[in-house]
């Protein structure tokens, strides 16, 4: 069972950045492909960016490409989401999430095992 938990969320203003964190327990987290998504109130979670085991790939939805940024370092077991240009529409519970279905770049969110729960971004204009 892997634990994942994130940090880094906040109140920030538009404009402004912010880096999240997401620290697994799991020995074994470069066998694991990490991936981000956020819910905001009233909609469905959203994919936004992937990386594979090694981090040598990653992924981005459209809405936050060239904006967001995820990273990972497997010395730390941590996997990394830098958000810049904060937009009060990126206002949502950040989640991070493993997968051990594959080391390639994981998008679909029924491929992820393993969630963690959640750190509020909150931005202001």
């Known amino acids: 069972q892997v634990q994942l938990v994130e940090s880094g969320g906040g109140l920030v203003q538009a404009g402004g950045s912010l880096r999240l964190s997401c620290t697994a327990s799991?020995?074994?987290?470069?066998?694991?492909?990490m991936g981000w998504f956020r819910q905001a109130p009233r909609k469905e979670r959203e994919f936004l960016a992937a990386?594979?085991?090694?981090?040598?790939?990653?992924y981005y939805a459209d809405s936050v490409k060239g904006r967001f940024t995820i990273s990972r370092d497997n010395s730390k077991k941590t996997v990394y989401l830098q958000v810049n240009n904060l937009k009060p529409e990126d206002t949502a519970v950040y989640y991070c999430?493993?997968?051990?279905?594959?080391?390639?770049?994981?998008?679909?969110?029924?491929?992820?095992?393993?969630w963690g729960q959640g750190t509020q971004v909150t931005v202001s204009s």
């Open positions: 999430a493993a997968s051990d279905r594959g080391c390639w770049r994981i998008t679909a969110q029924s491929e992820y095992n393993y």
């Open positions: 990386i594979t085991c090694s981090g040598g790939n990653a």
């Open positions: 799991e020995r074994t987290f470069s066998g694991y492909a």
